[in-house]
């Protein structure tokens, strides 16, 4: 029989998906957090009568705007960008810029719906944001880049602010861009606030270990995930996807805590690297991303080792699985071959990169999940790190940075765990980090009133 609170999730799931049309990612993260709030909800009845998961899944504010700039050749070329407001209960909107084609409003949202979770975990201020553009970084010069995000600056200054909205990096949007995009705001603004972006340059605010933040973040939750099963990540192998920023850091600390990266992915394929993707090797991940080739096969023919072109590293028999490179790399015939190899862990590097079925199928089969809100929370955690920094105009080293990091992703794995356990879900950190990352958003609107 289903319970009150079960139905009410399911009825609020269907008038999300009614109101909002066409928005596929959106929906399949509404899924799966209301999927574990039910029990929640049954315990906290107030939640449904205070309308607070109503008002959880609807941002409060959304922003698309055009983006004209010109190209080299002198085209004028116009892209749509966004940002998403989506909640502020416990904190200024905070989250990343994704520059991506694919960038639409259900990506952002949905993207800005995990950061809401995501950032409540962290146990720092933060409330959750995200934003970005279908401008396509893939074979664009220097110049353009810039141009086109003084242009997107131009229009995005007036929704952000240190104290209100503080934006970062994602997918396309690193340190160069980050630059490019506070020097247009300080112009604007005519003044030196540089709480207003992370991820900036360490000359003028940025924090030491931003840059590695995400991929350390997931190793050392990844870390405590085999330790609480009596192992570590000593002697194995690891399948990682992608070769962007999150797999950089996540190479770098999976090979020193002992494990051994055997394959990259890209677009145009995967590569299997037998010796392990370690020292220089790592070191080239950056000069592939700063070519904007987009290509992985640019690492096998460096290195002389396989390239399989258009397919994905998951049938690759490994003990560890990471992906870390974008939503929905993993579906479920891949996790199938995944269980079939025997793979006992898997940590969501990139931000919700199983479907929802591909995490049924694993936690059926016995395989412990780390879910990206709570594993990939270390990128957005040195960002809140870096305001802290700014706020205190003081700057400290990368020890300092990288021992909170571990502490607050350790309290991540703690909270999550011990959330599920108490609702009943030992072992799953789906459910769990969903629940912890809820409740504290939750009992802050509560706290707040009816707005
Ligand atoms: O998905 C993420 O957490 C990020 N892209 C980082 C966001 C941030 O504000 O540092």
Redesign the pocket.
Known sequence: MATHAQKYCDELYRRVVERNANEPEFHQTVKEVLGSLVDVIEKHPEYIELGIVERIVEPERQFMFRVPWMDDAGNVQVNRGFRVQFNSAIGPY???LRFHPSVNLSIIKF?GFE?TF?NSLTSLPMGGGKGGSDFNPRGKSDAEVMRFCQSFMTELYRYIGPDTD?????LGVGGREIGYLFGQYKRIKGSFENGVL??KGLSFGGSLARPEA?GFGISYFCQEMLKSKGTSFEGKTVALSGFGNVTWGTAIKVTELGGKVVTLSGPDGYIYDPDGVNGEKIDYLLEMRASCRDKVQDYADKYGVAFFPGEKPWGVKVDVVIPCATQNDIHTEDAKKIVANGVKFVCEGA?MPCTNEAVDYFLANGVYVGPSKAA??G??SV?GLEMSQNSMRIAWSFEEVDAKLKDIMLNIYRNASMAAEEYGHKDNLVIGANIAGFIKVAEAMKAQGLV
């Open positions: 905070k989250g990343g993207l950061q995501k503080v934006p970062a990096g994602d992370t991820g995400t931000n990939n929370a990128g957005v960002s």
